[in-house]
């Protein structure tokens, strides 16, 4: 499907989608009474999401950035190395502020949140490694 495609079937869907919220019941205090509110809402992210998304990614192929030796693609893996090492740090002070200010189910959850994105980390390490080994 051609990226202009994709738009004029993003843009409409996304009209409608705030039509829909319009339509919703304003005064609801959950998503659950107000079914045509949370449609509405899905129909302007999800749509304007993945068209966005498609579209960046076209580009970038298109522009040769995705190659694993080009500078963008090199600027970007150190961005996310460092993206997740902050993640990591403020998972962590999150993790010291809920047990000093709220309740200690928060702060197992959070701790539980820290504990598998280092997993998922070093997860994902060994099977890369594994398939660069071969």
Do not use: C
């Not at 068209?51 to 970007?76: C, P």
């Not at 820290?114 to 099977?127: D, H, K, Q």
Request: aromatic share 8%.
């Amino acid at each position: 499907m051609r990226t202009s495609t994709l738009w004029w079937v993003a843009i409409p869907l996304a009209v409608l989608g705030l039509v829909l919220q319009g339509m919703g019941e304003a005064d609801a205090a959950t998503p659950w009474e107000d079914p045509l509110g949370v449609v509405g809402m899905l129909l302007v992210i999800m749509p304007l999401t993945l068209a966005l998304n498609i579209t960046l990614n076209r580009r970038r192929h298109q522009r040769g950035e995705t190659s694993r030796d080009s500078v963008e693609f090199q600027a970007a893996q150190q961005a996310r190395a460092g993206a997740y090492t902050d993640a990591v740090l403020l998972g962590a002070l999150l993790f010291l502020v809920l047990t000093l200010t709220v309740d200690p189910v928060a702060a197992l959850m959070a701790m539980a949140f820290l504990t598998l994105a280092v997993a998922a980390f070093w997860i994902r390490y060994r099977v890369a490694l594994k398939d660069l080994r071969g």
